[in-house]
């Protein structure tokens, strides 16, 4: 299989994309394919665009076809500066209108750009493809500028949109320079104005005809002044006029002209010599040369050769005086006050003089206004004779001031070392501070730091204001208000109390007992504690002795836990008669039969003893008769048979007392171990 490579280019004129087609051929299309590659390899590079391209004037890498003739009508010779009408166009190749051109001139510069025409530096080129002719204008470069050199590149387009059957060539050209034969130029009538001579003060003119057989203009012509017969001063080269500043009296200047046309420069012509004279220029008969002010008719000597003329010098001789305007024999420039007759020195250069000057070596100071003998300017009171100095800038004069370097403070009122404006105190020496504001000062003050509290009376570190009692340094507080201080008060919170003598924690107000420590509570009031009071809500009675539950004052027998009454008053409890009785009705019961006897024999016998004793009674000596015989006695007793017994009353078992206590309405009453319940009714026991 074999394969053909074609060179194409798009209708923009770039440079060409390859592509590559392949295409199948016969084996007898191969010599066909090489030759054109052959061609194509073989074809100049040049690149084109429809809008043009500049600075591509070697041709076309893109377009391929037959050749096409390039056409210009540039000048074979230029003359410097002209400017000739160029035409350019493009003939042969392939038959239409399209086309285009790139032309490169070295030299010179392009104008008046022609239709479909644009420039771009030393190049120009179409600007659209419609056209195979186009006109612009050159203009030469100047004189010297040698041969210019011009390339041109057309083309000849079918406009298929496609590189194939365009046709295009190159062409070069040369334009050499037309060179003219050049004539010097020539000057003549070179004179100086004065001529001859010339007044010191006179400018010297120049003046020459300039002529060019070849109509050339002047131009680096050489002009110079000679003075002297010396050389030429070169500050003055080209000045057609030299000022009269140059010149002094005696000398002689010439002028030399060497015309030149910007070629060649022709011969040097000198002028006559001009000679410098002096001149009187103040009219004062003294010509200027010997007349030291020339310019001023009054003046011509200057002995001491300070510029100022003897006749206005008021120190002819003296170089460094002229003028001694205060008339006072001291030139003005020694004169350190020339207005001021009355001074000519100031030793301490203050500005003023030492005559009036207070302190002449002093520069800082002039005047003593207090006569204290410091200057003004370093006494801070110069109307103040007793005062110089300030040191703290107070206004205040050291001298008065009680605080010299500082500036807050002039005076101490009471002499304390604080001054009036630090100290609080100001009049009270004793006195500088009071830091809580209180009005006490400090020092004074039992509390410096607490506003409340100035005084502490009692030395006791709590202020008066704050202390309950502020003269007792034993106490501050009274929390219950009672009077009493809490460090005193037993009962610091108690209003009532503030006492606790007996020290039992009750206050003595509340304490029956205030000495006792073990009672403080007498809740019958009877005069005994309720601890200590066997009946604390029985008025009546306090104690129980035989502890039988029946106080010792109702008790007919309070050391008998048995009797508590003796309801007969026989000397007997009521508990052992009760027993005595029932034993006796028992006996009585079991020897029944034998009561009737026992009655009626004790009944005979008690008979017959009452009625011995009467007779005895009666018998006896009165003396005596109070004291009872044996046997009287002895008849008291009721006759018993012999071997009978008189049975004892027998106690009755009695219950005892397991509890007792008093009710909220003030009975007592007692719980006993046979089961019953008694209480009290303010006479006996009754049982509930």
Aim: charged share 20%; proline share 5%.
């Amino acid at each position: 299989m074999n394969s053909m490579m074609l060179l194409t280019c798009d209708t923009t004129f770039d440079k060409p994309t390859i592509r590559r087609r392949v295409m199948l051929y016969g084996k007898t299309r191969m010599p066909i394919i090489i030759v054109a590659l052959l061609m194509v390899s073989l074809a100049p590079v040049i690149d084109g665009k429809p809008t043009g391209k500049h600075n591509a004037s070697n041709g076309c890498s893109c377009h391929y076809a037959s050749s096409a003739t390039p056409n210009h009508d540039f000048p074979s010779t230029y003359n410097p500066g002209q400017t000739y009408s160029i035409q350019i166009s493009v003939t042969g190749g392939v038959s239409g209108t399209g086309g285009g051109f790139s032309l490169e001139v070295d030299k010179g510069s392009y104008s008046n750009a022609g239709s479909g025409v644009s420039f771009s530096g030393s190049s120009a080129t179409h600007s659209n493809p419609n056209s195979r002719s186009w006109n612009l204008d050159w203009t030469a470069p100047s004189a010297g500028s040698g041969t210019v050199s011009v390339a041109l590149a057309t083309l000849a387009a079918n406009l298929n949109g496609q590189n194939t059957g365009d046709a295009w060539g190159t062409t070069t050209h040369s334009i050499t320079e037309t060179v003219t034969p050049n004539d010097a130029p020539s000057v003549s009538q070179v004179a100086i104005s004065p001529s001859s001579t010339a007044k010191v003060n006179e400018d010297l003119v120049l003046s020459y005809s300039y002529f060019d057989s070849d109509g050339n203009s002047e131009s680096g012509t050489q002009i110079q002044w000679v003075p002297n017969g010396g050389s030429a001063v070169s500050q003055y080269d080209g000045l057609t006029t030299l000022p009269s500043s140059a010149t002094a009296v005696g000398d002689s200047w010439v002028a030399t002209v060497k015309p030149s046309d910007g070629t060649d420069y022709g011969t040097m012509v000198e002028s006559a010599t001009v000679s410098i004279q002096d001149i009187d220029s103040d009219g004062d008969g003294t010509l200027d040369g010997d007349d030291a002010f020339p310019d001023n008719a009054s003046e011509t000597t200057d002995t001491d050769s300070d510029g100022v003329g003897d006749n206005a010098d008021a120190f002819p001789d003296d170089a460094s005086e002229t003028s001694d305007s205060d008339g006072d024999g001291v030139g003005d420039n020694a004169d350190a006050f020339p207005n001021d007759s009355g001074e000519t020195h100031d030793s301490d250069f203050d500005g003023v003089g030492d005559n009036a000057d207070a302190f002449p070596d002093d520069a800082s100071e002039t005047s003593d206004s207090d006569g204290d003998g410091v200057g003004d300017n370093s006494d801070a009171f110069p109307d103040d004779a007793n005062e110089t100095a300030d040191l703290d800038s107070d206004g205040v004069g050291d001298n008065s001031d009680a605080f010299p370097t500082d500036p807050s403070e002039t005076t101490d009122s009471d002499s304390d070392g604080v001054g009036d404006n630090a100290d609080t105190f100001p009049n009270n020496a004793s006195e500088t501070v009071d830091t809580d504001l209180d009005g006490t000062g400090d020092n004074s003050d039992a509390f410096p730091l607490d506003y409340f509290e100035s005084h502490d009376s009692d030395g006791d570190g709590v202020g008066d204001n704050s202390d309950a009692f502020p003269f007792d340094e034993n106490e501050t507080v009274d929390s219950d208000q009672d009077g009493v201080g809490d460090n005193s008060d037993a009962f610091p919170n108690n209003s009532n109390e503030s006492m606790d003598s007996d020290g039992d924690g009750v206050g003595d107000n509340a304490d029956a007992f205030p000495d006792d420590a073990n009672e403080t509570v007498d809740s019958d009031s009877d005069g005994v504690g309720d601890n200590s009071d066997e009946f604390p809500d029985d008025s009546n009675e306090s104690m129980d002795s035989d502890s039988d539950g029946v106080g010792d004052n109702a008790d007919d027998f309070p050391n008998d836990a048995d009797e508590t009454l003796d309801s007969d008053g026989d000397g007997v409890g009521d508990n052992a008669q009760l027993a005595a009785e029932q034993k006796a009705s028992t006996v009585a019961e079991n020897e029944d039969s034998n009561t009737s006897l026992f009655i009626i024999i004790g009944g005979i016998i008690t008979i017959a003893l009452g009625a011995a004793m009467f007779t005895m009674r009666k018998k006896s000596n009165p003396l005596t008769e109070s004291e009872p015989s044996f046997n009287q006695t002895m008849m008291v007793e009721p006759a018993v048979p012999m071997g009978q017994h008189t049975p004892l009353p027998i106690p009755a078992t009695q219950a005892t007392v397991v509890n007792q206590w008093t009710d909220e309405a003030g009975n007592t009453w007692r719980a006993m171990d046979n089961g019953t319940t008694m209480w009290w009714n303010g006479t006996d026991w009754q049982q509930a």
